[in-house]
C-alpha cells in the first residue's frame, strides 16, 4: 500500500477538530456525573422543600413559644407507623376559646363548620415502597429532631434532611450518634451529656439496638 | 501473523527422515499471488449487489428480528410473567437461550486467540467471520440477562455505580462475576476484531470507488497507511490482544457455569461444572461456525481461501469437544451414584427417566453420538452432511442447557414443590428472534465488510516466504532447530 493521495480521504483541518472532539467528550463526561451526582441527588431535589400549607400555622410559635409537645398533636407517633397529621377538632380543643376572631384561624373555623377537613400538604413524603414506622424509631429513642430538624423554629416546616435511601442506612448501619434515652425523643434542645456516639453506644447496648439492613426491613 | 517467516522444522523430526524437505503446508487453493487474494474477498464487498440467496436471508432473518422487538417490547411493556418462568422453574428459556449462546461466542476467541499463539496459520482464512460470529452471538446473550431482570430500567443496578441509595452489587455473588465475565469478553472480542479489521479497512478505502464509501471505510481504518510502524505495532498490539483474550476462553464459561455450580441446587452443585461448561462452549462455537461459514463460503466464492482442509479441521475440533463433554455427561452420572447423596442420585436418574426424559435424550444422540459420524474422512469433508451434524450439534447444547436449567429446578428438594416447565409463544418467538438477529448481523457483515482477514490470509501465500526457494539448505541457516542445522 502506498502512501498516496487516496489515503488522505480526510481534510488536514480534522486533526483539530478530534482535539475538540476529545476536550469535549472528556469535559461531557465530568458535566454529566456531576450533574447525576449533584444535580439529580435527593439533598439537591428534596432539602428545602416547604409547601406553602391551606393555613397559615407556625410550628415556631406552638412548638417553640408554647413549647407543645409535639405528641399533643401527633398522636399516634409512639404506637403507629403514622405520625398523625391532627384533625380539626384538635386545633379546637384551645381554639373554640383562644384567638377565635384571627384572620389566620379562619381557614380552621371554615373547616369547623363545615366538617371539611383541611387538605394540609404532605411535607415528608417517603416513596410508597417504603415501609417506616415511626414508633419503631421514637420508643427507642431516635429524637424528632434528628430526621425533622429544628421543628421549633420554623414559621412553615420544610424537609431539612435528604430521606435518601443511603441517608436512612447510614443510622441503620451506626445508629450511635443518633440515639437519646427514649423520654427525650420529643425533646428539640436535649443535648447528650458526653459525647454523643459514647451515649448512643450505651443506650444500643442496653437496648439491644441493632438495626437491620436488610432489604425487606424496609421493602416488604 | 508474520512473525515466524522463517521455515519451520517439523517437531516431530523423529518420524522424519533427516534428509527430508519440509514443504509448508498449503493453506489456500487457487490463485497463490497476493493480490488474487484481495481481488477474492474485496469482490464480495465491492460487488454492485449481493446474491440473491443473501437478499432472501436477509428478508427472513431482519423479519424475525423485528419479531425479536416486538417480543421484547411486550416483556418491557407488561412484565416477566409472559414468559414460562414460574414457581418452581424461574430459570426458564431465559437462561436456557443465554448459556446457549454465550457458549456459542467461544469459538471466535478461541481461533483468534489461542490458535494464533498456537502458531495454528490455518487460523487466518476463518478467524474474522468466527470472531464476528462470536460478537453477534454475545450481542444475543447479553440481551438476555438486561431484559429477563423484569424492571429493565434499573439494569444499571447490576454495575456497582455509586448511588444515592448506597445500594452496591453482592460481589460474593457469581451472578455479579458473570456480568463482568460477559461485559469483558465482550469488549476484548470487539477490540480483537476490530483491530485486525483496520489493515483490511485500509485496503478497502484506496480500493474505494464512491466518496461515501472511501469515507466511511476511512474512518475506521483510523489513518492506516500500512508503513512498516505501522505493521510492527500492529502486530506486536494484536499479540498482546491474544494474550489478554486467551484467559478469557476459559473463564467466561467457568464464571457462567459458577451461576448453577456455586448454588446448592441438586444438579447444579458439581465441581465438574467449568471444565464440562467450556467444552461444551467450544463444541458449540465450532458447530456455528462451520453452519454458517459452509453456506457462506459457498454463497460468496471464497471456497479457495476457506478449504476443506480448514473446515475439517474445524471438524476435529467438534468431534474432540463432543467426546469431552460426552465423558463429562459419564462423569456426572458416575459421581452422581459414587458420591452417595441421594438427592443427587435422584437428580441424574431424573433426568434421563423422568419427565424430561425427552430432552435429554435428545441431548444425548446431538451432542454423544452425532459428532462420533466425523470419524469418518468422508462425512467430515463433506459440506452437506457437516452441516448436518453441526445443526444437531447446536440443537443438542440448546438441550443440554435446557436440561441442566430446567430439570434440576423443576424438581429438587421438596416433591410438594415439583412442577413442570411450559414454555409460552412468547419464549418460543423471543428465541427464534434471536436467531433472526444473529444471522441478520452476519449477513450484513458479509456484505460490508471483508469476511475474510485479507492481510493475515498474505502471510501464508508463498510470495510471503521468498526465501523457501534457496531450497532446504538455504532455508536451514535460518533454521531454529538443530536437526535441521546439522544436516
Not at chain 1, 101 to 130: F, M, N
Request: contains cysteine; proline residues 7%; aromatic residues 12%.
Amino acid at each position: 500500500m502506498k502512501p498516496g493521495p487516496s489515503n488522505n480521504v480526510f481534510p488536514r483541518w480534522l486533526n483539530r477538530l478530534r482535539i475538540v472532539l476529545g476536550a469535549g467528550a472528556a469535559f461531557g463526561g465530568v458535566y454529566v456525573v456531576t450533574l447525576f451526582a449533584y444535580g439529580a441527588s435527593p439533598k439537591t431535589l428534596n432539602v428545602g422543600f416547604a409547601p406553602e400549607q391551606p393555613v397559615a400555622f407556625s410550628h415556631a410559635l406552638h412548638a417553640g413559644e408554647l413549647a407543645l409537645d409535639c405528641r399533643y398533636c401527633h398522636t399516634t407517633v409512639e404506637l403507629g407507623a403514622r405520625a398523625a397529621v391532627p384533625p380539626t377538632e384538635t386545633c379546637m380543643n384551645c381554639h373554640a376559646r383562644i384567638r377565635t376572631q384571627s384572620e389566620a384561624l379562619a381557614p380552621i373555623v371554615a373547616s369547623w363548620t363545615t366538617g371539611e377537613p383541611v387538605h394540609w400538604k404532605r411535607v415528608h413524603d417517603l416513596p410508597d415502597y417504603v415501609y417506616f414506622d415511626h414508633s419503631a424509631h421514637v420508643t427507642r429513642g431516635v429524637g424528632c429532631v434528628t430526621c425533622h430538624g429544628r421543628i421549633d423554629t420554623m414559621d412553615r416546616v420544610r424537609q431539612e434532611q435528604p430521606l435518601s435511601m443511603g441517608w436512612c442506612l447510614d443510622c441503620h448501619r451506626d445508629p450511635t450518634p443518633n440515639l437519646r434515652p427514649p423520654q427525650f425523643a420529643t425533646s428539640m434542645e436535649w443535648q447528650p451529656d458526653k459525647p454523643a456516639r459514647e451515649l448512643g453506644a450505651e443506650l444500643a447496648r442496653a437496648r439491644n439496638i441493632r438495626p437491620s439492613t436488610d432489604c425487606s426491613t424496609c421493602h416488604r | 501473523m508474520g512473525s515466524a517467516h522463517g521455515p519451520i522444522s517439523v517437531g516431530s523430526a523423529g518420524t522424519q527422515s533427516r534428509g527430508e524437505v519440509w514443504t509448508r503446508p498449503v493453506l489456500v487453493d487457487g490463485d497463490q499471488s497476493l493480490g488474487a487474494v484481495t481481488r477474492r474477498v474485496c469482490d464480495v464487498v465491492e460487488a454492485p449487489k449481493p446474491p440473491r440467496a443473501w437478499y432472501i436471508a436477509i428478508t427472513i432473518s431482519a423479519s424475525l428480528t423485528l419479531m425479536l422487538f416486538g417480543m421484547v417490547v411486550y416483556l418491557i411493556a407488561t412484565g416477566v410473567g409472559v414468559w414460562g418462568n414460574t414457581n418452581p422453574v424461574f430459570w426458564g428459556w431465559d437462561i436456557v437461550n443465554f448459556v446457549f449462546w454465550v457458549g456459542i461466542a467461544h469459538a471466535g476467541t478461541l481461533i483468534s486467540a489461542i490458535l494464533f499463539l498456537l502458531r495454528q496459520k490455518w487460523r487466518t482464512s476463518v478467524n474474522r467471520a468466527a470472531e464476528a460470529m462470536t460478537l453477534f452471538a454475545v450481542c444475543c446473550a447479553g440481551m438476555y440477562p438486561a431484559i429477563h431482570v423484569g424492571r429493565i430500567w434499573v439494569a444499571y443496578w447490576l454495575f456497582p455505580l455509586p448511588n444515592q441509595m448506597q445500594m452496591w452489587p453482592n460481589f460474593r455473588s457469581p451472578l455479579l462475576w458473570d456480568v463482568f465475565a460477559v461485559s469483558t469478553y465482550a469488549t476484548v472480542s470487539l477490540l480483537f476484531w476490530y483491530m485486525g479489521l483496520v489493515p483490511d479497512l485500509a485496503t478497502l478505502r484506496d480500493r474505494a470507488v464512491t466518496p461515501l464509501r472511501r469515507r466511511l471505510y476511512g474512518f475506521f481504518a483510523l489513518g492506516w497507511r500500512g508503513s512498516a510502524r505501522h505493521w510492527q505495532r500492529f502486530e506486536r498490539a494484536y499479540l498482546i490482544l491474544a494474550a489478554l483474550a486467551t484467559p478469557l476462553v476459559l473463564s467466561v464459561h467457568s464464571v457462567v457455569s459458577f451461576d448453577f455450580a456455586v448454588s446448592q441446587v441438586p444438579g447444579w452443585h458439581t465441581t465438574i461444572f467449568p471444565p464440562y461448561f467450556v467444552a461444551g462452549a467450544i463444541f458449540s462455537g465450532f458447530a456455528m461456525v462451520v453452519t454458517i461459514m459452509v453456506p457462506a463460503r459457498e454463497l460468496f466464492g471464497l471456497r479457495d481461501l476457506v478449504t476443506m482442509k480448514h473446515l475439517e479441521n474445524m471438524n476435529k475440533v467438534i468431534l474432540a469437544t463432543g467426546s469431552m463433554v460426552g465423558l463429562a455427561y459419564a462423569t456426572e452420572f458416575f459421581i452422581a451414584w459414587y458420591g452417595g447423596n441421594a438427592f443427587e442420585r435422584f437428580t441424574f436418574l431424573n433426568r434421563a427417566l423422568g419427565p424430561y426424559a425427552w430432552a435429554y435424550w435428545i441431548m444425548i444422540f446431538c451432542n454423544v453420538v452425532a459428532p462420533q459420524f466425523f470419524w469418518s474422512k468422508s462425512i467430515r469433508t463433506n459440506p452437506w452432511l457437516m452441516v448436518g451434524v453441526c445443526i444437531l450439534v447446536n440443537v443438542g447444547m440448546w438441550f443440554e442447557r435446557f436440561v441442566i436449567v430446567v430439570t434440576s429446578l423443576s424438581r429438587d428438594y421438596l416433591p410438594s414443590a415439583w412442577g413442570y416447565f411450559k414454555p409460552t409463544p412468547i419464549d418460543i418467538c423471543t428465541f427464534i428472534g434471536t436467531l433472526g438477529l444473529f444471522f441478520t448481523l452476519f449477513l450484513l457483515f458479509c456484505r460490508y465488510l471483508p469476511m475474510v482477514a485479507i492481510a493475515e490470509v498474505k502471510t501464508v501465500l508463498p510470495d510471503a516466504h521468498a526465501h523457501d526457494e534457496h531450497g532446504h539448505a538455504g532455508g536451514a541457516a535460518h533454521g531454529r532447530s538443530p536437526e535441521v542445522q546439522h544436516v
